[in-house]
Each structure stands twice: as structure tokens, then as C-alpha cells.
């Protein structure tokens, strides 16, 4: 545990006091001019690319009106994946790795781009204004809307188009109904895209993760569209992998039940998907999509649908599956001082495991001489009441988790994770951290600015060496050019003695 750094900073800035924490914290307080930070969501106006021959290439974007230099090395959070700035110009049909599509003049989806796409898209951005006066950003998210949802019962399956017909449920007044397709490429969760009729106006860009099953029961049991029609069998979506009634909601795809009311299932294949069913109740995530150009018709392309169903797995068997609903990482950050300021390292992390018996590994992902090494934050129990087979957990605030980590993990203990269902991973569930803990002025006005955003602690952006696979290739980005830099020599020890990256 290190030395809690808020004693290297006073809360009271008096003269006195600065000049006692000085001396405490002599050779650890370094640079003491911070770049002001910024966090800004709007819509793409402008979005260019430096150099399109290079696969890491730099650039920039318009967003809210202010100019933001987008770095090299730098990796674009999509719905479901990462990708590379030349990638987003790769048009809404990227390719993967033995086949990319050329990198294109205009990524169609700015507002300035004659080719744009009817809706607009939503950027989020956070980085830092640098001693040159730019905007340099450490973290981008790209979405057509970060918040988009819906909901409602399955009432009708096209599964010729992959398409589910979602609205009230069977006998009510309304008939309205929304058309939601997953976001496929591959197949993982259905007909792939190609397959679908209809299927070329998909922007696969924003394609459901292929790793992980974003389509899935609350408890995180990995769920399918069939590719054909019952009563034929589709094998990577068989029927045999819902119970029938009253228990198509809650059951235990095995022969020995999790729990109580959850009763077992001895023809269940949990090495294969559950098939989503008229009846169901979802939640879907994505963006509206026009059937063709001009038509003025839209369907929802969905990178994450939830049913509300209960699907374990019988206690100690594997395959079993777990899922991640919220990952939150605080990065502390250097004190300045003569800044009051709150950071902090705290960990959150909430999510559901289909094995309610099993512990639950809690882990960071690491880089360590370029390759992805797990570190251990805490291994939980699932809760035995309530929501069974959720696992939640705050690990203290001033706990010391750095350095900060691109992803987080979640495993079931013991598990010997291996590829199912088609190509998802089981037993464990690999994602982005959803939100980040900057650190905050406790006075305002003192200095006349947000705090930095601390970017050196983030060593997959300052250090680089991250292998990532994007688009079915593997990159490791190096560095950001130009950093976003906090104010702080990156080189130097943190106020407790310690180096962040080494």
C-alpha cells in the first residue's frame, strides 16, 4: 500500500502549510503547472486523419465547436470494439484482416462530410488543454448515442432478416412495433450480417463485441437468433437450450439445478447458445439504420440485447459464463501542491456469473514487456439472496490500483476458460473500464481551471506496447503523439517515492 498522497497537498492553502508539505514531500513534488483538463459530448462536426498510409495514424475532430487533436496511437472506443483512427475511415464495411477496405477521403459519419449518414453521431471526449493551447485528447468514445435504448416484448421473429419484432406484449392494445437486428459480421449471434436480407446497410463499425456475448440473459448465459426457422435445428441455437413453459424464463441449463427456482435442465447444451424467443422480454442498445439510402425506413442495429431471463449453469461445470454490467476505475493523479484537490484509485465493478457456487476472480489487465498480464484486485462470492449470481464490489478509495488499465477482467475461479459457443470466450468476460475517476478541485476558482487529467498513470497511453486486436489484426500502439500531457514529468516519482510506469 503506498503512502496516501492527500498528505503531500494541503487542503487549507495557506502559506505556511504549502511550505510544510513542501518540505515533507521534498523530491517528489515536481512540475507544479497544471494543463487545464476537459470532458465534452456532442456531435462529430468535423473529422479528419493526418496520414491515411499510416494504420495508427493521428488527426482531429470538430466537436461543440472546439478543434481536438486526435494523437497517434491512439484507439477510438466503439460500441463493441476498438479501432484505429484509419479504420473509422474505413466506411461502414471495414473488412478484418485479410481483406480491409482502403481508407477512404471522408468517414461519412461527421456532420462536414458530403457522405454523411442521415442521424447524426455522438463523440465523447476527455483529455487536456496543453502548454501550446491545444485541445489533445486521451480518451474517445464514438457512438450514433451513448445513451440509446429500448425495450419491450418480443412479438414476432423474421428469421430470414434476423430481425425481431419488439413492442407491447401478445394481447395488448398497441401494435407499434420496433425492428432490431443484431450487428453481426461474423455470425456469432445469428445470420450474419452478409447472410441477413437486407444486411449491406449495417455499419459494421458499430458491430456487436465477438469476444464477448453482449447478447445475453441478465445472468450472462450467451443468447442467439436461429439462423432458420423452427421446428428445423439450428446447432449453434437449439431450442433444446430453453425450458419449456413456466420455466422458459428461469432455468438451469444442466442436470443439476443452481438453485431452487431454477430448475434443471438435463438436454440444455451450455456449450451452445439460448435461442431469444417470441414472449421475451429485452432491452436493446445501438442506432437507427435506414433500410437503403433515401428510403426513409429505419431498423435498429443493435451491438447489445438483454432478455430478462435467469439461464444458470449447474454448480462446479464449466462451461459457465459471467458478464461485466459496470466497470469504474479511479486514476488518482499526481498532486499539485498548492492545488486542493480530491483523487482517488477506487474500484468498482458490478456483474453476474451463471455459476452462483463458484467464486469470482476480479482483475486488471495489465502490460508488462508488451504483453497482457492479469493483476488480482479481489476474488467475490457470489450473493446467495436477491440476485442470485450477482457480484458487486467498491474496493476503498484510497486503495492503490495503479497503474490504470485499459480493460478489466472478471473470471469464474477455477474455470478452465475455453472458446464456445461459436467463438465467445467462457468463463471469463473481458471490457473496456465504462468510466474513469478523474480527479477534482475541492476549491473552485483555485487555480482558475478543472485539474489535469492524470495520463501519465494511464501506461497503455504514455508508454505504449499494448498488443490490441482490431479488426481481426493485431496492433501495439505505441505512446500518444502528442500527449496529453498533465503538467507532470512523466520520468519523475510520484510524491510517495513510487514510479507509476516503469
Not at 329 to 345: A, F, H, K, N, R
Not at 347 to 376: H, M, N
Amino acid at each position: 500500500m503506498r503512502t496516501d498522497p492527500t498528505l503531500c497537498f494541503p487542503s487549507i492553502p495557506a502559506r505556511a502549510v504549502i511550505a510544510a508539505a513542501l518540505a515533507m514531500c521534498a523530491g517528489g513534488a515536481i512540475a507544479q503547472t497544471p494543463t487545464a483538463s476537459f470532458s465534452m459530448l456532442g456531435y462529430l462536426q468535423e473529422l479528419k486523419i493526418d496520414n491515411p498510409a499510416d494504420e495508427l495514424s493521428g488527426g482531429s475532430m470538430k466537436i461543440n465547436g472546439i478543434d481536438v487533436v486526435l494523437p497517434q496511437n491512439l484507439l477510438i472506443t466503439m460500441p463493441g470494439q476498438y479501432l484505429a483512427l484509419s479504420d473509422v475511415f474505413r466506411g461502414p464495411h471495414p473488412g478484418s484482416a485479410s481483406a480491409l477496405a482502403p481508407v477512404q477521403g471522408s468517414s461519412g459519419l461527421a456532420l462536414s462530410d458530403a457522405n454523411r449518414q442521415p442521424i447524426p453521431f455522438e463523440v465523447q471526449v476527455i483529455g487536456n488543454i496543453v502548454p501550446s493551447g491545444e485541445y489533445v485528447a486521451g480518451n474517445v468514445k464514438l457512438t450514433q448515442q451513448d445513451l440509446n435504448a429500448g425495450a419491450g416484448f418480443i412479438r414476432a421473429i423474421d428469421y430470414a432478416k434476423g430481425e425481431l419484432l419488439i413492442g407491447p406484449g401478445p394481447g395488448a392494445i398497441g401494435t407499434a412495433t420496433a425492428r432490431v437486428r443484431i450487428n453481426d459480421p461474423e455470425g456469432r449471434y445469428g445470420r450474419k450480417n452478409s447472410a441477413k436480407a437486407g444486411g449491406g446497410a449495417f455499419d459494421e463499425r458499430f458491430a456487436a463485441d465477438s469476444g464477448n456475448a453482449p447478447i445475453a440473459a441478465e445472468t450472462g448465459f450467451p443468447m442467439c437468433i436461429p439462423r432458420i426457422a423452427p421446428p428445423a435445428i439450428d446447432p449453434m441455437c437449439p431450442l433444446v437450450n430453453r425450458a419449456p413453459p413456466p420455466n422458459q424464463g428461469r432455468f438451469t441449463c444442466g442436470p443439476i439445478a443452481a438453485e431452487p427456482f431454477a430448475p434443471a435442465l438435463p438436454g440444455c447444451k451450455p456449450g451452445a447458445m439460448a435461442p431469444l424467443l417470441v414472449g421475451d422480454y429485452v432491452t436493446y442498445a445501438g442506432m437507427l439504420t435506414e433500410d437503403s439510402p433515401g428510403s426513409n425506413t429505419y431498423f435498429h442495429s443493435a451491438h447489445a440485447v438483454h432478455a430478462m431471463a435467469g439461464i444458470y449453469t449447474s454448480p462446479g461445470a464449466d462451461p459457465a459464463y459471467v458478464f461485466i454490467e459496470e466497470a469504474i476505475v479511479g486514476t488518482l493523479g499526481e498532486p499539485y501542491v498548492d492545488i486542493p484537490q480530491e483523487e482517488t484509485s477506487r474500484v468498482r465493478i458490478v456483474g453476474f456469473t451463471t455459476d452462483p457456487s463458484r467464486r469470482v476472480e476480479v482483475l486488471l489487465v495489465d502490460i508488462v514487456g508488451g504483453a497482457d498480464v492479469e493483476r488480482q484486485v479481489s476474488v467475490l462470492q457470489p450473493r446467495p439472496v436477491a440476485q442470485i449470481g450477482r457480484v458487486r464490489i467498491t474496493l476503498p478509495a484510497k486503495s492503490n490500483f495503479l497503474p490504470v488499465t485499459r480493460e478489466m477482467r472478471i473470471r469464474v475461479e477455477g474455470h478452465t476458460s475455453t472458446t464456445v459457443a461459436g467463438g465467445l470466450d467462457s468463463g471469463q468476460y473481458t471490457a473496456p473500464v465504462a468510466e474513469y475517476i478523474f480527479p477534482e478541485n475541492t476549491r473552485f476558482g483555485r487555480p482558475r481551471l478543472p485539474v489535469s487529467v492524470p495520463f501519465e498513470n494511464f501506461c497503455f497511453l504514455s508508454k505504449g506496447g499494448q498488443t490490441i486486436n482490431v479488426l481481426g489484426r493485431d496492433l501495439t500502439p505505441g505512446p500518444l503523439v502528442p500527449f496529453p500531457e498533465s503538467g507532470h514529468a512523466l520520468s519523475q516519482p510520484r510524491s510517495d517515492g513510487t514510479r507509476v510506469c516503469l
